[in-house]
């Protein structure tokens, strides 16, 4: 079974900061992606940024970036420029590939919470 | 992104009656629609997995008379907890995948279930 780690409950970053937030995860597949869900006090989850373990560019979306070391199974997101509405609870998530029963599901890491200071 | 709305928002019910929660997916034909539970600060566990016109799947150690799972069309998924308890207090949250390799899942907004 895949499993996800998000080590860091809580970080703290000041506004127009960069931040890193760590995850790692454990899987024998070799096809899968990766993805960063945003959950702001109104609970409703945000896809922040995907990565495909197929492609060895690190994703990028605007103040987003990851950091994908596969062999590492390492998967972090830093946050640049880092804005008070940036505040949020963030899971990391793992879906495998194609095909399978489990096709589709998403694995939650345990989230962290990111406090921006102004 | 698509829009995926839920119904109730918020409900209270008391120990041992059914709520019945709504999952829509408003502007493309959902296949299949997962639905997760989670507990305050902690994460979101997936409890099942919905596909329209067959019966749902559902994870390990989640009580599939208890939560009962209808994915009667493209559009729409149902999650009914019958007999609820305090324990069942939560927040329930919905996604929706339009299919495809490279799909993305959206999620609903969350339906927070209080027991008395």
């Known amino acids: 079974a895949q499993t996800v780690t998000q080590s860091q409950p809580e970080m703290s970053v000041q506004e127009a900061e960069t931040v890193t937030l760590s995850c790692t995860y454990d899987t024998s597949e070799s096809d899968y992606y990766l993805f960063w869900y945003k959950q702001p006090p109104s609970r409703q989850m945000i896809l922040v940024i995907r990565q495909e373990a197929y492609k060895q560019q690190n994703a990028t979306e605007n103040r987003f970036s990851v950091n994908f070391q596969k062999a590492a199974k390492s998967f972090s997101l830093k946050i640049s420029d880092s804005q008070l509405g940036d505040a949020a609870m963030y899971f990391c998530a793992y879906r495998r590939g194609v095909g399978g029963t489990s096709y589709g599901k998403l694995t939650f890491g345990q989230g962290t919470i990111l406090t921006v200071h102004p | 992104g698509a829009v995926v709305s839920q119904h109730p928002s918020r409900v209270i019910c008391k120990s041992g009656t059914s709520v019945k929660i709504e999952c829509r997916s408003l502007?493309?034909?959902?296949?299949?629609m997962f639905w997760y539970r989670q507990f305050p600060k902690q994460s979101l566990m997936l409890m099942a997995t919905s596909n329209e016109g067959s019966k749902a799947t559902y994870e390990q150690g989640v009580e599939k008379d208890k939560f009962l799972i209808n994915h009667a069309s493209l559009t729409l998924s149902t999650l009914t907890v019958t007999s609820a308890h305090p324990e069942d207090s939560s927040f329930y949250i919905c996604s929706t995948r339009a299919g495809g390799r490279a799909d993305t899942q959206y999620f609903g907004p969350g339906t927070r279930l209080t027991v008395l």
């Open positions: 502007d493309f034909q959902a296949t299949t």
